[in-house]
């Protein structure tokens, strides 16, 4: 927004400390004057012995005229001392204190052509304008991995949209040099790559939808939600050969039904998925802990490795090394998870279990208790 050019910080605080300076010396100067109008007498007798007279002269002489003549010329004096003093000094004060100011408008300016990994790095003691510089370091720091995030996503979506798109063009090149090609295999091939690509699309909308929490709230049962999940998914294990534990209490949260279904469902299918090829194991449990509540789902499987774990709740990272199976997923599973735990102002932490397999664990804030109010008889009085 243009706004009108005005005085400079540096200017402002030059005039205020002069003018302050001169409040200072015009009140000392008060002072001083009323002093010497209370001790200096209005008039005073001079006393001139002559040795040619016979006697002593005396006069009278008006004292507080003649000190006003004196004093005022000399008063005027130390307040343009005071004036030049204060405009010199404030200007050389100011511009040192506001030199941090200076270095985080450059840096400003800098973030704002989109360089983003230009750092403040102020030097010195902790104050406010450390604090403030600090600060836009770190904003500048989150924002630049938010940054590279988003181009990671936006390539990887790219790439993982336009593998569909060129595997339908080539069935479709395919069939049209082949007349004599099976129809039906390819209107199979097609079904499957085009349900493949609605998938992807999907995913990225719930995703799109979680990072700007555009949805309702309402108070939910978290471990009812992860029992829907359970049994929806029970016919993938069973077919897996892979067996479902739950367990755990009450734990009640305030957030959306569909949003937290979904990421519990996630959460079961990618613990069935990535487990043992025989006789795996998922554990699904709910926990109310001290700062909320939780749910927690580990898996049998492969040794992870921590790096590689850290890297799972990352769009399109899969365990597997984008090796694809029949149900391997569009790599957003744990990315919708995670999105969806933090539009809830929750935490998705990732564990790899010493045994091999993984152990997620979701947190999510307790919902309020219930305010259970008093029934009262209509023309009943209160006490």
């Known amino acids: 927004m243009d706004r009108a050019p005005g005085l400079s910080v540096r200017l402002k605080l030059t005039l205020s400390y002069a003018g302050f300076l001169m409040l200072a ?4 100067l008060a002072v001083v ?3 010497l109008l209370r001790y200096v007498p209005d008039r005073a007798v001079l006393v001139n012995p002559d040795p040619n007279a016979s006697g002593i002269s005396r006069g009278v002489f008006p004292v507080r005229s003649n000190l006003l003549h004196v004093f005022a010329p000399r008063a005027a004096a130390a307040l343009a001392f005071l ?4 405009l ?3 200007w050389l004060l100011a511009g040192r204190m506001l030199a941090p100011l200076t270095r985080i408008t450059d840096a400003t300016r800098m973030a704002a052509t989109g360089s983003l990994a230009h750092r403040i790095r102020l030097p010195g003691r902790r104050d406010e304008f450390r604090q403030l510089a600090d600060d836009f370091d770190a904003m500048l720091a989150q924002l630049e991995a938010h940054v590279a995030e988003q181009q990671r996503f936006a390539a990887n979506a790219s790439h993982e949209l336009r593998t569909p ?5 080539t069935l479709l090149d395919v069939a049209r040099k082949d007349p004599s ?3 039906g295999e390819l209107a199979d091939r097609l079904h499957a790559v085009n349900a493949r690509a609605i998938d992807l699309t999907e995913a990225l909308l719930l995703l799109s939808r979680t990072d700007q929490r555009s949805f309702a709230r309402e108070r ?3 471990s009812l939600i992860a ?3 359970t049994e929806t998914l029970l016919p993938l294990a069973e077919r897996r050969g892979v067996t479902i534990e739950t367990s755990g209490d009450t734990t009640p949260t305030i957030g959306s039904h569909a949003l937290l279904l979904q990421l519990s469902t996630n959460l079961v299918h990618n613990a069935i998925v990535h487990n043992l090829p025989e006789q795996g194991s998922v554990w699904v449990t709910t926990s109310v802990r001290s700062k909320g509540v939780a749910l927690t789902v580990e898996n049998t499987g492969e040794t992870l490795a921590p790096p590689l774990v850290s890297t799972l709740a990352e769009p399109f990272r899969r365990g597997t090394e984008r090796i694809r199976t029949d149900h391997a997923g569009v790599g957003l599973g744990l990315a919708i998870v995670k999105s969806i735990a933090q539009g809830h102002d929750g935490t998705l932490t990732l564990t790899p279990r010493a045994a091999g397999g993984l152990c997620v664990a979701v947190q999510l804030p307790a919902a309020p208790p219930h305010r259970r109010g008093t029934c009262r008889t209509p023309g009943t009085a209160s006490d």
Not at 25 to 28: E, K, Q, R
Not at 83 to 86: D, M, R, W
């Open 25 to 28: 010396g015009v009140l000392l």
């Open 33 to 35: 004057w009323v002093f």
């Open 83 to 86: 004036l030049v003093i204060g």
């Open 88 to 90: 010199v000094g404030g």
């Open 165 to 169: 798109l060129a595997i339908t063009q």
């Open 181 to 183: 090609r099976d129809d």
């Open 220 to 222: 939910v049962d978290l």
């Open 227 to 229: 029992e829907e999940a």
